[in-house]
């Protein structure tokens, strides 16, 4: 998606090798305009699904899955990191390890929201090593509902989660796919180089 990747090479910053930094229009401010188009999108490459909900996790999967469901005319479900004193009961749970957080939490959503019928796309903002879109697809599958596809804002092609979720059969979508993070330049996959202000 080429309004994402001018973004991301006008606003992003190459925090390492690994880790790309977007506070300025995803991970903290959000670029409300972006996000539409970015739910556009996703409404758009999985039109042919069925797709009856998306399930995200908290908190950056947020604003991108809200826009799709916008798009899509079906209700976001996002996976909650803290039990909270309302989330009590009857709840889909699993692990995750956080890629930049280097901490281990345990994510749930009520099985009231994720159904047997439910053809769910699940969505996040960014897919590394796959952790928290593997969560959100065992969270899916204990609800005996079917992942219909994945949704990723920015994949970094680099790292295996894409290759992890594809080997199981599913379905990956992602807007900005990122081959290298070398020297402080992003290089899309589409081989498109740019040097990060
Ligand atoms: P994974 O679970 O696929 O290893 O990592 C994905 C999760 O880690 C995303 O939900 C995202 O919040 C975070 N993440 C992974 N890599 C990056 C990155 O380069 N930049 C930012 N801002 N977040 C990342």
Redesign the pocket.
């Known amino acids: 998606m080429k309004l994402l990747e001018s973004k991301i090479c006008l606003e992003g910053k190459v925090?390492s090798e690994?880790?790309?930094?977007?506070?300025s229009f995803?991970?903290h401010q959000i670029d409300p305009a972006l996000m539409n188009e970015i739910g556009k999108e996703f409404a758009a490459r999985f039109s042919d699904e069925g797709i009856t909900k998306i399930v995200t996790?908290e908190s950056?999967?947020i604003a991108p899955a809200v826009m799709a469901g916008l798009h899509m005319n079906v209700p976001v479900v996002f996976a909650r990191k803290r039990k909270s004193l309302t989330l009590i009961d009857d709840l889909l749970s699993a692990t995750?390890?956080?890629?930049?957080k280097n901490e281990t939490n345990e994510v749930s959503i009520s099985k009231k929201y994720v159904c047997e019928n439910d053809q769910v796309l699940i969505i996040?903002?960014?897919?590394?090593?796959?952790?928290?879109?593997?969560?959100l697809v065992e969270m899916v599958e204990k609800a005996n509902a079917k992942v219909a596809g994945i949704g990723i804002v920015?994949e970094?092609s680099f790292?295996d989660?894409a290759k992890k979720l594809k080997e199981l059969g599913l379905r990956v979508e992602s807007l900005a796919r990122i081959a290298s993070?070398s020297n402080g330049e992003v290089q899309f996959i589409n081989e498109t180089v740019k040097e990060l202000v």
């Open positions: 925090l690994n880790v790309l930094k977007v506070d995803l991970n996790i950056s999967g995750v390890h956080s890629f930049t996040d903002d960014f897919l590394a090593n796959g952790q928290a879109a593997l969560a920015i970094k790292q989660g993070l």
